[in-house]
C-alpha cells in the first residue's frame, strides 16, 4: 500500500497548479460546496492511479483543485465506506494521499442521524469526539511510516478549530450543536435498539463514514475538523423509517449554514 500511495502523489503532484495546505470531504448530498470553489483543475478518481471509485448516489467521485476567496484547497467530492466491501486502508487511501500531498488540515463532513433528543433535521452538529463501532482499523496491520504505531485520539477534532467554528457560526447567527459521533459499518440503517443503545453509549449523532478517515488523518499528524448535518432522527417516539434520497435532500438545505462555516473557518487556518 505504501508504494501504491507514493505512486498516486507522485501522477497528482505533476498535474497539480496550486499548493495547498488544506483539504475537504464532502458526504452525502453534501458536494453542492464545490460551487464555492474557484476550480482550477479537476479529475475524476477513475482517473488517478490506484484510487478506489465512489459507488454511493450523491459522492460524484472528483477530486477538485481550486481556491476559496484567496487560499488554496482540495476538495474530494465522493469518499468511500466500508459497506461498499473496500477495505480500511482504500477507505482511507485518499486521505493517506493527502497527506502526501502536503495536506496539514482536513475538514470533513458527513449526514448522520441524531439521537441526541436535542438535535432536530436540518440541524449542523460540530463533531468534538467519536465512537469507532467499525469491525476494523486503518492502522491494522504495518504501521505506515508516516505516524506512531499507536497514536493519540485524545484531540482527534482540534479543540481550536471547534472554538473558530463556534465564534463563525456566532457571528451569522447560526445554531449549531456540539456532540459525539458514532461510525458503524452499514449500510443498514439503524433499528430503534441500536439508536437507543448509542444514544447509552454517549453518541450523539450515528452514520457509516468519517472515523476512519479522522483516524488516518490524525495519524498522519493533520488537524481535523468535523461536521454533521442531521438528516434524520432516531430517538423516543419519532423513530422513522429513512432512506438516501430524503438524506441527500436534507443535505443539500443544510448547504448554505455549511457553507458559511467552511469558508471562514478555511481562510482562518
Given amino acids: 500500500m505504501f508504494e501504491k500511495i507514493q505512486e498516486t502523489v507522485s501522477f497528482i503532484k505533476e498535474r497539480m497548479p496550486i499548493s495547498p495546505r488544506t483539504a475537504v470531504v464532502l458526504g452525502s448530498g453534501l458536494g453542492g460546496f464545490t460551487k464555492e470553489i474557484d476550480v482550477v483543475a479537476s479529475m475524476d478518481y477513475k482517473e488517478i492511479p490506484n484510487f478506489p471509485m465512489s459507488t454511493v448516489e450523491g ?56 439521537v441526541n433528543p436535542e438535535l ?96 488516518a488523518a490524525v495519524h498522519s499528524g493533520m488537524r481535523v475538523f468535523g461536521l454533521s448535518v442531521i438528516t434524520d432522527i432516531g430517538y423516543g417516539d419519532v423513530i422513522g423509517s429513512v432512506n438516501h434520497e430524503e438524506v441527500q435532500k436534507v443535505a443539500d438545505l443544510a448547504h448554505s449554514k455549511l457553507t458559511v462555516l467552511f469558508r471562514e473557518l478555511i481562510a482562518s487556518i
Fill in 59 to 114: 459522492h460524484r467521485g472528483r477530486m477538485i483543485f481550486g481556491r476559496i476567496d484567496g487560499t488554496d484547497i482540495i476538495a474530494l467530492d465522493g469518499r468511500f465506506h466500508y459497506y461498499e466491501g473496500y477495505s480500511m486502508q482504500e477507505v482511507t487511501f485518499p486521505v493517506r494521499v493527502l497527506a502526501g500531498l502536503g495536506i496539514a488540515n482536513l475538514l470533513v463532513s458527513n449526514a448522520s442521524g441524531g
Fill in 120 to 215: 432536530k433535521v436540518g440541524d449542523l452538529m460540530i463533531i468534538t469526539d467519536h465512537i469507532n463501532f467499525m469491525p476494523d482499523s486503518p492502522l491494522r496491520g504495518r504501521n505506515n511510516p508516516i505516524g506512531p504505531r499507536f497514536p493519540s485520539m485524545h484531540n482527534a477534532y482540534d479543540a481550536e478549530y471547534v472554538k473558530k467554528a463556534l465564534d463563525i457560526a456566532e457571528k451569522h447567527g447560526i445554531e449549531v450543536r456540539q456532540g459525539v459521533y458514532l461510525a458503524d459499518q452499514g449500510p443498514a440503517y439503524e433499528t430503534p435498539a441500536e439508536y437507543r443503545m448509542y444514544r447509552i453509549w454517549g453518541a450523539d449523532a450515528v452514520g457509516m463514514s468519517t472515523v476512519p478517515e479522522v483516524i
